[in-house]
């Protein structure tokens, strides 16, 4: 079949590399793609925003299978238009995607099925957001309801940080829209899993978990980022929280989304706190975490095509997915500044020393290819994956791999895995 994957991140050049080995898959087209993308299979520009244009560009292309990556086209509702079109696409319907889209409707959702998550409250006027952080104790957390590129909650030390948070979402919209409605919840503390569920809106099939590591400098210090580096497993979470979380948050959550006439078809992605009080749903999200999906794709021994299509055909109940033992370890390399200003343009050199291992694969996320020459494009440039015996090995192996990559002003963390290997 033909397949086409939209997005031009690592998620998706570790997609059309997974894909890409599948037998039932003849080629793979990426819209837009990456200078690494380029490598596995044509990549096509389009206007996202367009209407009609990837179901265009699929039709066009005689496309059998669309895989979108990012969750803007989701919440957007590209998945309707696909199936309106009668084709096929891995995802879910705008309505389902509300889970991600709107952090309102998660947290009633939670709520209403008893699904444990931090307590809410939801707020629409500034001053009554105000009145209320300056009556409830700090610390605080202030959320914008919509979409804001992972930038949209704000952890609040005190109540002057709180009031600040709530001005910067509702008057000054910093996060435009998303803002206009803002969630403020309790604080909660411990470490953070995201676990990866494939489902048809009925059955689910779990993947391997993983930990994202979003601060942007070592030791978790500096501010957020989409995330700088990822690992699985995560020798943390042992199989009875595992259990728990898969029956009590996943399963439980595509019930409840199939309950309420919005089944929820795809990935769904919880991100999950480790509390003292025990795990509490932070987020959902129904797209692969980006670079969570990189360190779990390599660790996939059987075929990821038969379990995309089972989430479309209804089978996922019938699909079983088998998971290599090996420790999987990814770090992002990204471009000097990020995730505040950088610039991009700058080339790129060394990947082909640090991919000659036949355990680490570099997966390209801001690349692209500027007269034959592989240049920086983005924040987040590149994603060095390496499988191991255990994490020591797959850090080891990762780290070399980064050593031998050079760009002017590339910054990585050098901690990736380090807390986990000390466990694994
Ligand atoms: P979210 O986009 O909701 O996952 O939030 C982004 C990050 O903010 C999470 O990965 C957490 O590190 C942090 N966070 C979100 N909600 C809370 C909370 N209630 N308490 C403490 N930290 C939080
Ligand atoms: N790595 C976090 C995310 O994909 O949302």
Known sequence: MRVMIVGGGGREHALGWKMARSPLVEDIMFVPGNGGAQEIGECVEADMGNDGELTGIAALHGIDLTVIGPEAPLVAGIVDEFNDRGMKVFGPSADAARIEGSKHFAKDLMEKHGIPTGRARLFTSFEDAREYV??????????????????????????????????????????????????????????????????????????????????????????????????????????????????????????????????????????????????????????????????????????????????????????????????????VVASGGYPGKYVT?????????ASSDSNVEVFHAG?????????????????????????????????????????EGMQYRTDIGYSAAGRG
């Open 134 to 331: 300056e009556s409830t104790p700090a610390p605080l957390v202030v959320k914008a309801d919509g979409l804001a590129a992972g930038k949209g909650v704000i952890i609040a030390k005190d109540t002057d940080a709180a009031v600040e948070a709530l001005s910067e979402c509702m008057v000054k919209r910093a996060f435009g829209d998303s803002g206009s409605r803002v969630l403020v919840e309790e604080y909660l503390e411990g470490p953070e899993v995201s676990i990866l569920s494939l489902t048809d809106g009925k059955g689910v099939v779990h993947m391997v978990p993983s930990q994202d590591h979003k601060r942007a400098y070592d030791g978790d210090e500096g501010p957020n980022t989409g995330g700088m580096g990822a690992y699985s497993p995560v020798p943390l979470l042992d199989g009875d929280t595992e259990a728990g979380i898969q029956r009590s948050v996943m399963e439980a959550t595509v019930e409840a989304m199939a309950g309420e006439g919005t089944p929820c078809r795809g990935v769904l992605y919880g991100g999950i706190m480790l509390t003292g009080d025990g795990p509490r749903v932070l987020e959902f999200n129904v797209r692969f975490g980006d670079p969570e999906i990189q360190a779990v794709l390599p660790r996939l021994d059987s075929d990821l095509v038969p379990g995309l299509l089972a989430t479309i055909d209804g089978t996922i109940s019938d699909c079983e997915m088998e998971w290599l033992p090996e420790y999987c370890v990814c770090v």
């Open 367 to 407: 690349t692209r290819l500027e007269d034959g020459k592989l240049v920086t494009a983005g924040g987040r440039v590149l994603n060095v994956v390496a499988l191991g015996k255990d994490f020591e090995n797959a850090r080891g192996l990762a780290y070399q791999a980064v050593h031998m990559i050079d760009f």
């Open 345 to 353: 343009g700058i080339p790129i050199t060394g990947l082909r020393a």
